[in-house]
């Protein structure tokens, strides 16, 4: 069982940045690769980002997010972040950090393990 406490959200103006982070209680964090999955209101979910398990050689983007996002991993904290740059209103949502053992399963959208959410808002 892993379980996912994310923080740093909240609200910014459009243009801002925030990162949010994602603490794991896991002691093999290494093992699980990492994503962050929105849900904005009235509409479906939608994977954000994601990194492969141990080096996190690999990371997947949403095309709506690349090149203003960016996913990383701290094995040694057993935390994920998502470092948001250019923020605009329609990356208002709940940000869910999930973690599954392959990458393919957070970006098909069904990963194993789902934190609460933090609710990041961009004010026009």
């Known amino acids: 069982q892993v379980q996912l406490v994310e923080s740093g959200g909240r609200l910014v103006q459009a243009g801002g940045s925030l990162r949010l982070s994602c603490a794991a209680s896991?002691?093999?964090?290494?093992?699980?690769?990492m994503g962050w999955i929105r849900q904005a209101p009235g509409k479906e979910r939608e994977v954000v980002a994601a990194?492969?398990?141990?080096?996190?050689?690999?990371?997947y983007y949403t095309d709506s997010v690349k090149g203003r996002f960016t996913i990383s991993r701290d094995n040694a904290q057993n935390t994920v972040y998502l470092q948001m740059n250019s923020l605009q209103p329609e990356d208002t949502a709940v940000y869910y950090c999930?973690?599954?053992?392959?990458?393919?399963?957070?970006?098909?959208?069904?990963?194993?393990?789902w934190g609460q959410g933090t609710q990041v808002t961009v004010s026009s």
């Open positions: 999930t973690a599954s053992v392959y990458i393919g399963t957070i970006t098909g959208g069904s990963p194993i393990y």
């Open positions: 896991t002691h093999s964090f290494y093992n699980y690769a």
């Open positions: 990194i492969s398990r141990s080096d996190g050689i690999t990371t």
